[in-house]
């Protein structure tokens, strides 16, 4: 995916980055051990997209869960393929953290450059196996903020009992300086971020299928 309002786009590259072991993550997470305590929280992987490198990440989230570390997924699900090693992965993850980004499939070519139909599936992958979700979705003005597109996301996962929340994050523009600094233009330069009352009525729309929706 090549999302229009990615605030990683320095994370792009696959080629990019540093090598480093489970072993080597491992040991740093432990040493966040006391925050992970005091906030009941774990370790996540996100990216980019973890399911890129899911042989490291099932690994890694192995690792994790032997050291009693709670285990988060954050995917944008286009990758899903019915592989053993996405359900090895699956299976050492205790919660997913799902990103839709559109129910219409033409505006989600638009912002992000490809279909939905991998990130649906996944979620109707996710609901089969009882797979702990929570959507994610983020409210992007003129784009994902419209109360049809709100009722449509809240029609697919109304029936989902997987789906513990959705969490609606607002638009912002934290990430346009990296787009600036490697010498892109940022697509959604002159967006602003959504109002609160734009978030309160994409609330009380997704409320009407599900009874968690927090932002």
């Known amino acids: 995916m090549r999302c229009m309002y990615c605030h990683n786009r320095d994370t792009w590259d696959v080629h990019a980055g540093k090598l480093i072991s489970v072993e080597d993550i491992i040991q740093e997470a432990k040493s966040y051990r006391h925050f992970m305590n005091a906030s009941g929280g774990g370790v996540t992987c996100s990216g980019g997209e973890a399911i890129l490198q899911p042989e490291f990440v ?37 919660l997913v953290m799902l990103d839709i ?21 996944f979620a109707r992958y996710l609901h089969k196996i009882g797979q ?13 903020d419209d109360e049809n597109a709100a009722h449509q996301l809240g029609q697919f ?15 912002h523009k934290l990430g346009a300086h990296k787009w600036e600094a490697m010498g892109l233009d940022y697509p959604l ?12 009525n994409i609330v009380s729309i997704l409320s009407q299928y599900h009874s968690n929706v927090k932002y």
């Open 101 to 121: 980004k559109h129910m219409q499939d033409e505006i989600h070519q638009k912002l992000i450059g490809v279909s939905n139909h991998r990130t649906l599936d």
């Open 132 to 144: 702990t979700t929570w959507i994610r979705y983020v409210i992007v003005p003129g784009y994902t």
């Open 58 to 94: 099932r690994d890694f989230f192995s690792a994790a869960k032997a050291e009693g570390m709670h285990t988060c997924l954050d995917t944008n699900g286009y990758v899903r393929k019915h592989t053993p090693v996405i359900d090895e992965l699956l299976d050492v993850t205790d």
């Open 157 to 171: 996962i109304q029936d989902m009992d997987n789906i513990e929340k959705i969490e609606l994050l607002p638009y």
């Open 189 to 200: 330069d002159g967006v602003q971020p959504p109002s609160k009352e734009t978030m309160d």
